[in-house]
T-cell receptor
Framework: DQQVKQNSPSLSVQEGRISILNCDYT??????FLWYKKYPAEGPTFLIS?????DKNEDGRFTVFLNKSAKHLSLHIVPSQPGDSAVYFCAASAAGGGNKLTFGTGTQLKVEL | DVKVTQSSRYLVKRTGEKVFLECVQDMDHENMFWYRQDPGLGLRLIYFSYDVKMKEKGDIPEGYSVSREKKERFSLILESASTNQTSMYLCASSRQDIYEQYFGPGTRLTVT
């Protein structure tokens, strides 16, 4: 039972354009969401997060949007750069869950010149 | 800078062998986690620990055990390795009061 879903396994975007990565969840107890970026042969690194009390969080080129009614979040990267090419995972946590994270299956982003 | 290190980057073991994967963090984090990453399946939680000598099962604990004798060290044990345990194993740690986890570089384990 996949509680966090990333339905697009891959995404290709031109340099300078916007990248939009999507994530859906089914567990209504999730109240904190995170995005991680992973390069090959490295561990995931934390990118940005959002609490369920907000609907938007911005950090430089990265913005995460949360739509609680649709159980959907998205990561926007503007402008996209070749160094952004990586696998992106969304993750979610539920209050009282012991800080456990449930991860999605990942989206491979390729930013082309 | 938080540093999470894992004992090996690559490991090849035979079916039936006992395998130890070690993870050490240097930031005095209370929580530590073991995941495996497989294509199309994302990261799946095997076990986690929120204190020394404490452990909790994750989503896929079967075939694995863990040990946490010291706060900074969390070991994953495959009692009798099988080919379906061929995977990338990732260790992570976090403070008790925040959700962000810091990951090690991973161990690519191949069981033949």
């Amino acid at each position: 039972d996949q509680q966090v879903k990333q339905n697009s396994p891959s995404l290709s975007v031109q340099e300078g354009r916007i990248s939009i990565l999507n994530c859906d969840y089914t567990n209504s107890m999730f109240d904190y969401f995170l995005w991680y970026k992973k390069y090959p042969a490295e561990g995931p690194t934390f990118l940005i997060s959002i609490s369920s009390i907000k609907d938007k969080n911005e950090d430089g080129r990265f913005t995460v949007f949360l739509n609680k009614s649709a159980k959907h979040l998205s990561l926007h990267i503007v402008p996209s750069q070749p160094g952004d090419s990586a696998v992106y995972f969304c993750a979610a946590s539920a209050a009282g869950g012991g800080n456990k994270l449930t991860f999605g299956t990942g989206t491979q982003l390729k930013v082309e010149l | 800078d938080v540093k999470v290190t894992q004992s090996s980057r690559y490991l090849v073991k035979r079916t039936g062998e006992k395998v130890f994967l070690e993870c050490v963090q240097d930031m005095d984090h209370e929580n530590m986690f073991w995941y495996r990453q497989d294509p199309g399946l994302g990261l799946r939680l095997i076990y986690f620990s929120y204190d020394v000598k404490m452990k909790e099962k994750g989503d896929i604990p079967e075939g694995y055990s863990v040990s946490r004798e010291k706060k900074e060290r969390f070991s994953l044990i495959l009692e009798s390795a099988s080919t379906n345990q061929t995977s990338m194993y990732l260790c992570a740690s976090s403070r008790q009061d925040i959700y962000e986890q810091y990951f090690g570089p991973g161990t690519r384990l191949t069981v033949t």
